[in-house]
């Protein structure tokens, strides 16, 4: 039996009811509402499922007070309309029947809604930038914000009593206020953002009137016996932003209105800073712990942190040291349904990992898209693959996959549970195919935690062989006489014939990444995907002066990846040099031409080559006779990303 937390389920007593556990699920983004703010079949099986798995709190994610001026994305819950009340009561029903407490996350997001065919209002005027979805991704449209009104101030005001109100009667004993991270009561509170000149700006006391206006008219809605729990920006981390000094002082003075402080950090006001609020692997975990420490020791009211928690021993020393009473997060409980009851039961070491890649965060904030993880294939699908749509196969096949990487891996793992035989082959030493080159670097802590997860799974599979140093031969195939076949043989690196007068000057970014190839000082890097910039910002960590070129506008640099990646390699000193193409290589440098025609020499020592994966297709034509079913998987479909690999193998095993 491994370690047990004893912090971490203890229970915590807050107004009026009995938490079972520290552990909260983070609000975000989920785009499970229907289109018209109305609870779904789909959004009810999401967060039921995070109650099943042990959670303490469940927070819906993001929630507006209305869908007029307030609403910040499309597919979120209209608090505004008393038509979501039937929604609300099976939704707080689904969570409470595990034991969690069930909150909705109510905010206003101000001058950063949607467009509703009204202007934006805030605090002051202002313009905000919102891309136009419509257009193409370059497009942007420029809305401008008008200041609000003493009308719209009341009315305001009254939208989120009510809201409040809706949770109470559908059967909530817990809200949380969205008070940070730039949405409308930050708007009012921040210096940066309230340049009013009336009650409600200026000094102090006028800055903080609204929120306190707020709180004021929801505690007189829902009363004691209801768990108010508010969402704060320490530290808005802008010149002339809140600071934790002001905003702890504005805390002292509302929290006999507030159950919860929950402490997070950051605006979305500068998009460059919500690394630290939503941070990419290349930023430490647990980062903004020390703020909920801070107002922890002045605050009497309990303290929640977040913010890249996502292990059972850290949240067990967090809460032990005293520098929080709650730990929030969203992602680990995405990755693994079951994080809560694995670390309560004794198997922490069973929690599938986040990798941190971002995926579930692009695919709702920026696509609309419904909620998805990378490594675990069923988040947003729970109906469909928790409550028996999916059958077991009427037949146990004997089944061969052909690559241990994540592709191959997680269809031995899939096949493994519904029965079927797996023989999974790995012509080298190792499980992981590529995956272990995105492992490589000193910052990618997170794929190295689920790669050594994967390969723990697969040797505890119990229908799973494994047979290393072992290529899947035609001849090996037939011999075995396979009902299915998975091909998951991954992909090769692009590697352009490059004129050169220096062969030795060149190198591939794997190379350089697992240090079998040590670059000199000076590099210019040839590729702004993510293994371009994931690379060029490692070695711009040990002091190399890198300059990253690649053929698209910087905009489009890792986009398919975690945020920062450009962010974090400036602030080290990468140059990037935009729609160039690499056409030779000279003693002295690389020889790029821009788009229109013109050559020019950048000096360096070494450059590095990061121009993605293609197929590795020859050998493919000799698996399809070679059973009933042949299935191809991963990099070898389309080289793409571990959210396509992980999906891909998953998905095969469940069809067979």
Same mark, same amino acid.
């Given at each position: 039996m491994e370690q047990r937390f004893k912090h971490l389920f203890s229970p915590l007593k807050i107004g009026p009811a009995i938490i079972k556990n520290r552990i909260e699920l983070a609000p975000g983004c989920h785009m499970l509402a229907s289109g018209d703010g109305y609870v779904t079949r789909e959004m009810i099986a999401y967060y039921q499922s995070i109650a099943e798995g042990g959670a303490g709190i469940v927070t819906v994610g993001e929630s507006a007070i209305d869908f007029k001026h307030a609403a910040g994305h499309r597919f979120q819950l209209n608090l505004g309309d008393d038509k979501v009340h039937a929604g609300l009561c099976e939704l707080a029903e689904a969570i409470h029947k595990y034991g969690a407490i069930a909150s909705v996350e109510v905010n206003h997001n101000g001058s950063q809604i949607i467009s509703s065919g009204l202007p934006p209002i805030s605090s002051s005027p202002q313009f905000t930038i919102r891309e136009d979805r419509a257009a193409k991704a370059e497009r942007r449209r420029r809305y401008p914000v008008m200041k609000m009104t003493l009308d719209d101030i009341e009315d305001t005001v009254e939208g989120f009593a009510k809201a409040f109100s809706q949770l109470k009667k559908a059967g909530f004993i817990m809200g949380m206020l969205h008070s940070g991270h730039g949405h409308l009561i930050s708007q009012f509170l921040s210096p940066?953002?309230?340049?009013?000149?009336?009650?409600?700006?200026?000094?102090?006391?006028?800055?903080?009137?609204?929120f306190d206006e707020v709180l004021t008219a929801i505690r007189a809605e829902v009363g004691r016996n209801f768990i108010i729990e508010t969402r704060i920006s320490a530290d808005e981390f802008l010149s002339g932003g809140l600071k934790q000094e002001e905003m702890l002082e504005i805390m002292k003075r509302v929290q006999d209105k507030v159950d919860v402080c929950h402490v997070s950090v950051c605006t979305l006001q500068d998009p460059l800073l919500t690394i630290y609020q939503m941070q990419p692997p290349y930023i430490e975990h647990g980062v903004n712990v020390h703020f909920a420490e801070y107002f922890k020791k002045h605050?009497?009211?309990?303290?929640?942190?977040?913010?890249?928690?996502?292990?059972?021993?850290?949240?067990?020393?967090?809460l032990s040291s005293g520098k929080a009473d709650i730990v929030a997060m969203i992602r680990a409980q995405l990755a693994d349904h079951e994080f809560a009851n694995k670390a309560r039961k004794g198997y922490a070491s069973d929690i599938r990992p986040c990798i941190r890649c971002m995926t579930c965060i692009r695919l709702t904030g920026e696509r609309a898209h419904p909620i998805r993880c990378s490594v675990n294939p069923i988040v947003g699908r729970e109906i469909e693959y928790w409550y028996g749509y999916v059958k077991p196969p009427k037949n146990r096949k004997k089944l061969a996959i052909i690559g241990g990487g994540p592709a191959g891996m997680q269809a031995a793992l899939t096949a493994s549970e519904r029965g079927h035989a797996v023989v999974l082959y790995e012509k080298k030493e190792q499980l992981g195919g590529n995956m272990r080159l995105a492992a490589a670097l000193p910052f990618k802590d997170d794929m190295r935690r689920y790669l050594k997860w994967m390969i723990r799974q697969i040797e505890k599979a119990p229908n799973v062989t494994v047979r290393l140093n072992t290529e899947a031969t035609p001849e090996l195939l037939k011999a075995e006489n396979y009902q299915a076949i998975v091909v998951a043989i991954g992909s090769i690196p692009i590697i352009p014939d490059i004129p050169t007068e220096d062969p030795n000057k060149i190198v591939w970014v794997g190379d350089v990444d697992s240090r079998k190839v040590e670059p000199g000082e000076r590099i210019v890097m040839v590729g702004g995907g993510l293994s371009g910039l994931e690379s060029a910002l490692a070695?711009?960590?040990?002091?190399?002066?890198?300059?990253?070129?690649?053929?698209?506008?910087?905009?489009?640099?890792?986009?398919?990846?975690?945020?920062?990646?450009?962010?974090?390699? #400036?602030?080290?000193?990468?140059?990037?040099?935009?729609?160039?193409?690499?056409?030779?290589?000279? #003693?002295?440098?690389?020889?790029?031409?821009?788009?229109?025609?013109n050559e020019f020499e950048i000096p360096c020592d070494t450059v590095i080559l990061a121009l993605g994966f293609k197929s590795e297709t020859e050998s493919c034509d000799a698996y399809t006779e070679m059973a009933e079913d042949v299935i191809f998987i991963g990099d070898v479909r389309f080289p793409h990303n571990i959210y396509q690999a992980v999906h891909d193998g998953f998905h095969a095993a469940y069809t067979l």
């Open positions: 940066f953002m309230n340049h009013r000149d009336d009650n409600y700006g200026g000094s102090f006391e006028n800055r903080l009137r609204f605050l009497s009211i309990p303290v929640t942190t977040v913010g890249s928690i996502n292990d059972p021993a850290m949240c067990e020393d967090i070695l711009a960590e040990r002091g190399k002066k890198v300059t990253v070129i690649d053929m698209l506008p910087e905009s489009q640099f890792g986009a398919e990846g975690p945020r920062g990646g450009v962010f974090l390699n #400036k602030k080290h000193g990468t140059r990037f040099v935009t729609e160039v193409k690499l056409v030779r290589i000279s #003693k002295e440098g690389a020889v790029v031409q821009d788009k229109n025609w």
